[in-house]
């Protein structure tokens, strides 16, 4: 009897999430939060952005509100953006968000912007591995910069694989401000390129290995000071979110990276393993990768 007791339907309400089990003789249930509840956080979500203030009172409720919201979706970003407003509430001694906290919230407002149901499925226990590389060599007027990357199946054969350069034009979007190395900026360019290339290749049990530890440390903390990662993090954020899918990132010693020869258009030994290369215009993935800061709001340097 009464709104908490519906009547059976293939489409149901419950606590402020929409349940749908229309495909559940296929396996397949989609759970996400109704329309009501997701705009109603994304307005609180985009006021707190644009102000950048929160006091401790209101931290704590919207924490609360965060995380039921979540509840039906928690994840690793739900999680990072949640600590940082637990961290806000209580170590901090002013209103004032700083740059982590804006961040922050401008990933948990990308959850619910999204607005796809989640589909829980089961693990499989073989996950697919991803592993990329960059070098970004400077000799004397001219830079050599290249990006790769290398896909293994459950199986751990590498089956696909891409190789490319990056021109001057590329290079002055990844480093804006011409300082002396961009490496960290096109090693997170090289994953965010696989991800956009394989990405729907790629099942819920995945691993990302990258052989720079700042790349894996911004992905894993869901944060970056830096400008051009920042941007780049957003678009990855937006990929795992539009996929469906939950990577672990990890790192890889550069000896044990097999997109270490690729990422300077070296190929010969991911040929002799058998995988096919994958040809992609790193200007177009650049391109692609604003889509998401555009349509989310990307947070003030």
């Not at 700083?98 to 961040?103: H, N, S, T």
């Not at 830079?143 to 694989?161: E, H, Q, T, Y």
Request: a neutral charge; aromatic letters at 8%.
């Amino acid at each position: 009897m009464g709104e908490k007791a519906p009547e059976f339907a293939e489409l149901f309400s419950a606590l402020g999430f929409g349940i749908n089990v229309s495909q559940f003789h296929r396996g397949l249930v989609t759970v996400g939060n109704t329309e009501s509840r997701r705009k109603e956080l994304v307005e609180l979500l985009e006021t707190l952005i644009k102000t950048q203030t929160l006091q401790k009172a209101e931290a704590l409720r919207l924490r609360g509100r965060l995380q039921f919201a979540a509840g039906n979706v928690f994840g690793r970003i739900a999680r990072a953006s949640l600590a940082v407003i637990t961290q806000h509430a209580y170590h901090s001694h002013s209103p004032k968000l700083d740059q982590k906290a804006i961040l922050a919230l401008t990933l948990h407002r990308s959850l619910l912007l999204d607005g796809r149901p989640r589909e829980p499925k089961p693990a499989k226990g073989r996950p697919w591995f991803v592993q990329t590389d960059a070098c970004y060599e400077p000799d004397g007027n001219s830079i050599f910069a290249g990006i790769g990357a290398v896909l293994f199946n459950d199986s751990g054969v590498p089956v696909r694989f891409f190789s490319q350069g990056l021109g001057d034009d590329l290079l002055q979007q990844l480093n804006p401000d011409a300082r002396r190395t961009a490496i960290y900026e096109c090693e997170f360019f090289a994953l965010f390129c696989a991800f956009l290339v394989w990405g729907d290749r790629l099942s819920i049990e995945t691993v990302f290995y990258t052989d720079n530890n700042a790349v894996r440390d911004a992905l894993i903390s869901c944060s970056t000071s830096n400008r051009v990662a920042r941007s780049l993090l957003v678009a990855t954020v937006a990929l795992e979110t539009v996929q469906q899918v939950s990577p672990w990132y990890a790192r890889v010693p550069s000896d044990s990276n097999y997109s270490d020869g690729p990422s300077r258009q070296d190929n010969s030994k991911v040929l002799a393993l058998g995988a096919t290369e994958d040809k992609i215009d790193v200007m177009d993935c650049w391109a692609r990768h604003q889509a998401p800061a555009q349509k989310w709001g990307e947070p003030q340097a």
